[in-house]
């Protein structure tokens, strides 16, 4: 006991909390898909801007960490970023309870944008798999899905009548 005692002075005096006396909190989290950028917002009460920090790794990977010397309060937060996002200019502010983080996205070509929705709804085939109902590639793509799907169809429909017609014109 007296050591426990003695370790928790020790701490104090240091600005360091025991580790049993640390409370690991996991803020409320909301993300919005804007048309240019990913919102990030987290409610942070009580903290201080320099309490935490914000890193995004070259693999994409968005990283928050936060601890609060007033009542020994940490948290850790870290998700990967969606292949569409630019880690390379986010930005972020607070406003005293809630961190706003914006990832831009990087601008899409017309191809870029068909292999990322495609990736997107692989991914969420994957994760329904086990669910009753089949579902189409182009339901799974969203109201955007059918889109892509008829663009296909026209495109190769467009390319056959092409060669068709060259073919009929040099023969």
Known sequence: MASSKAQRGAA????????DC??????KLECLDG???YIIRLNLPGFKKEDFKVQVDSGGRLTVRGERPAGYVRFHKA?????????????GRFDGAVLSLTVPKQPATGTD????????GKE??????????????????????????????????GAFLAHRL??????
């Open 113 to 120: 944008m068909v292999v990322a929705r495609l990736a997107e």
């Open 124 to 157: 969420w085939c994957a994760a329904a798999e086990g669910a009753a109902t089949a579902t189409t590639w182009a339901e799974a793509l969203g109201g955007k899905g059918q889109m892509v799907a008829a663009a296909v169809a026209g495109l190769a429909l």
């Open 12 to 19: 104090a005096k240091s600005g360091a909390a025991p580790e």
């Open 79 to 91: 998700f990967q970023l969606p292949p569409t996002a630019n880690p390379d200019g986010v930005a």
């Open 22 to 27: 640390v409370a690991d909190i996991d803020p």
């Open 166 to 171: 060259l073919n009929v014109t040099n023969s």
């Open 35 to 37: 048309a240019n950028a």
